[in-house]
């Protein structure tokens, strides 16, 4: 199963993606769609719903998992963050990609085995899951493949077994 995890943001949109198969992950890709603060703000939408669009396009996932919205202090910023994550949500729906949200603390309690893990253990657990020899960089990216993991762990052997049972052995 192909998972795109994708932590989401206007200024810098982290993904991942991820090939899991009996319990093993492969990465595949990983990187940041990045807009410049000078852009006026429609067009840095256009510009995550593009760099998504083409992510979706070359890597083919099966599945989108994302993180889910969250109050911040900032209503400026949390409100951004929701339309950028709209025009994510916009692109994963025309690809035909079912998609999975969770929380900060589901994505600590899944790649760490505790719900209150400090930010820089999710990200070391996650290379060490991954094999990479360092922690992908920018810190949007590690936070997208932690949400790619999350998913395999949450839901990976589930959806494996139903699309046995529809299409036959993977």
């Given at each position: 199963?192909?998972?795109?995890?994708?932590?989401?943001?206007?200024?810098?949109?982290?993904?991942?993606?991820?090939?899991?198969?009996?319990?093993?992950?492969?990465?595949?890709?990983?990187?940041?769609?990045?807009?410049?603060?000078?852009?006026?703000?429609?067009?840095?939408?256009?510009?995550?719903?593009?760099?998504?669009?083409?992510?979706?396009?070359?890597?083919?996932?099966?599945?989108?998992?994302?993180?889910k919205l969250f109050y911040q202090h900032n209503q400026t910023t949390v409100i951004g963050?929701?339309?950028?994550?709209?025009?994510?949500?916009?692109?994963?729906?025309?690809?035909?990609?079912?998609?999975?949200?969770?929380?900060?603390?589901?994505?600590?309690?899944?790649?760490?085995?505790?719900?209150?893990?400090?930010?820089?253990?999710?990200?070391?657990?996650?290379?060490?899951?991954?094999?990479?020899?360092?922690?992908?960089?920018?810190?949007?990216?590690?936070?997208?493949?932690a949400m790619a993991i999350t998913f395999c762990h949450t839901n990976g052997n589930q959806?494996?077994?139903?699309?046995?049972?529809?299409?036959?052995?993977?």
């Amino acid at each position: 199963m192909r998972v795109l995890g994708i932590d989401p943001g206007y200024a810098i949109v982290g993904w991942g993606v991820l090939d899991y198969a009996g319990n093993r992950f492969t990465p595949v890709d990983f990187g940041a769609v990045c807009t410049d603060a000078g852009v006026p703000f429609e067009r840095r939408l256009d510009e995550v719903y593009t760099g998504v669009k083409e992510v979706i396009q070359r890597t083919k996932p099966e599945v989108l998992a994302i993180e889910k919205l969250f109050y911040q202090h900032n209503q400026t910023t949390v409100i951004g963050v929701a339309e950028a994550r709209g025009v994510i949500l916009l692109a994963a729906a025309q690809a035909g990609l079912p998609i999975y949200e969770y929380t900060p603390m589901q994505v600590k309690q899944a790649v760490t085995g505790y719900g209150k893990a400090v930010k820089k253990q999710v990200q070391e657990m996650t290379r060490i899951l991954l094999h990479l020899p360092a922690v992908p960089k920018p810190d949007d990216t590690a936070d997208a493949l932690a949400m790619a993991i999350t998913f395999c762990h949450t839901n990976g052997n589930q959806l494996n077994r139903f699309r046995r049972q529809v299409v036959g052995p993977i």
